[in-house]
C-alpha cells in the first residue's frame, strides 16, 4: 500500500482521484471504480503498490508489439484490478479480482526486483501488462525510472482510459504502448467496457505527439463492433491521426475465455480478414491479424514493393529485414530497435 501520487483532497474527507479519465469521487472507507485505490480518513492509497499477480517473460509480439524491439522477450508485470469492467475481458481473473472480491492479491515484489530480473535475464524491455496498468500507476512508475537508468524499455499494454496527470507523469519513461482501441462509439465504451471514447482518442493523440511507439488493437466481436461503419471509423482515425504507418492489430475474439460473452460466438475468420482489408484499403501500411495462427497477415511486408520482411509463425519470428528496411527496394518498415 502507497500513498497514491495524483488526486485532490475535497471536503469532508472525501478525495478527487485523477489517475484516470473516470475522475472517481471517492468518500472515506470507499474505493474507486477501479478496486484498488482506497479513501483512508482522507487520504488516497493505491493497496496494490508491490503486489505482482502475474511474472513472466514473454515474446514482445504477444503484448502485440510488432515493430519494436521485433523478436526480443520482454518482462512482463501486472497487478490486479481494472478500470474497465470489459464484458470480452480474457484476463478478468486478474483484472476483476479486487471488484469480485475485494481482495487484493499478489506477491510482494519491489521495483529494484522486478528491474533485477530484467537485468539477470539481458531482457531489453519491461511490458506493464495483463490489465490496464493505469490502475498500478505508482508501482508501473517507480519500475520504469529505475529500467530507465539501466538502459531498459518500457511498454504498457493498455485500455487507453488515462487522464491527462497520468499521461504526462509517466511520458518521459514510456518507450512504447500498445492501446486498444476497442470501438468506435461512447455505447459500446460505456455499455461493454464501463467507460467513454473519447478519453481513449485523446490518449492516442498524446501517445503520437510526444514521439513515443505506438501500435493499436482491435479486438472484433461478432454483432458488437464488427460493422463495416465501425471499422472503418477506427482505421480512418488511425490514419488521419495517428498516421497511416502506426500498426493495427485486428483480434479474433474467442467467447469461450471472456468474462460475461461466453455465449457469445467466436469471430468468422472470413470477419477478420474483412477488417484486414478495410484497414489496408483506407491505407494503412502494417495491418495484421491476431488469434488466427497462419494467415498471411501475422507478417511484415514491405509497404513498397511487398517483399516479405518478418516472418511470424506464432511466436517464431524470422527476419529477412536489414536495419528495419526492406531487403528488396530499402524501403524502411518503421521499426524501433
Not at 119 to 144: G, H, R
Not at 251 to 257: A, E, H, L
Amino acid at each position: 500500500m502507497k500513498e497514491a501520487l495524483l488526486y485532490k483532497k475535497l471536503p469532508d474527507k472525501s478525495v478527487k482521484c485523477q489517475n484516470c479519465a473516470h475522475y472517481c469521487v471517492i468518500p472515506p472507507g470507499k474505493r474507486g471504480i477501479c478496486g484498488v485505490r482506497e479513501n483512508i480518513d482522507g487520504k488516497l492509497y493505491t493497496l496494490n503498490y508491490g503486489k505482482a499477480i502475474a511474472v513472466n517473460v514473454d515474446p514482445i509480439e504477444k503484448k502485440p508489439l510488432f515493430h519494436f524491439l521485433p523478436g526480443s522477450y520482454s518482462l512482463s508485470i501486472a497487478a490486479v484490478g481494472c478500470n474497465f469492467k470489459c464484458h470480452s475481458c480474457q484476463n478478468w481473473d486478474i483484472s476483476q479480482t479486487p471488484y469480485l472480491t475485494g481482495k487484493i492479491k499478489g506477491e510482494d515484489l519491489s521495483p529494484e526486483e522486478i528491474v533485477k530480473i530484467a537485468k539477470k535475464n539481458n531482457l531489453p524491455s519491461i511490458s506493464y501488462t495483463y490489465t490496464s496498468p493505469t490502475v498500478f500507476s505508482e508501482y508501473a512508475l517507480d519500475t520504469m525510472r529505475l529500467a530507465k537508468e539501466q538502459g531498459i524499455k518500457n511498454c504498457w499494454v493498455s485500455n487507453g482510459f488515462w487522464s491527462k496527470e497520468l499521461f504526462d507523469l509517466i511520458s518521459p519513461y514510456l518507450d512504447a504502448a500498445n492501446i486498444d482501441l476497442k470501438g468506435f462509439t461512447d455505447e459500446f465504451y460505456q455499455k461493454y467496457c464501463g467507460g467513454r471514447l473519447e478519453p481513449v482518442l485523446e490518449t492516442l493523440k498524446r501517445i503520437k505527439k510526444k514521439g513515443i511507439w505506438l501500435e493499436v488493437t482491435t479486438l472484433v466481436i461478432p454483432e458488437l463492433n464488427d460493422s463495416e461503419k465501425i471499422l472503418e471509423g477506427i482505421a480512418k482515425f488511425i490514419y488521419k491521426e495517428l498516421g497511416s504507418y502506426i500498426p493495427w492489430h485486428i483480434s479474433r475474439f474467442s467467447g469461450s475465455i471472456s468474462w460475461k460473452l461466453q455465449n457469445t460466438p467466436d469471430t468468422p475468420i472470413e470477419t477478420i480478414k474483412r477488417a484486414w482489408q478495410i484497414g489496408k484499403k483506407i491505407g494503412l501500411k502494417y495491418v495484421y491479424t491476431g488469434n488466427v495462427p497462419g494467415l498471411p497477415s501475422e507478417d511484415t511486408f514491405c509497404p513498397r514493393c511487398n517483399a516479405l520482411c518478418i516472418d511470424r509463425t506464432g511466436y517464431i519470428i524470422n527476419r529477412y529485414d536489414k536495419n528495419g528496411h526492406c531487403p528488396k527496394c530499402g524501403e524502411s518498415l518503421n521499426i524501433v530497435e
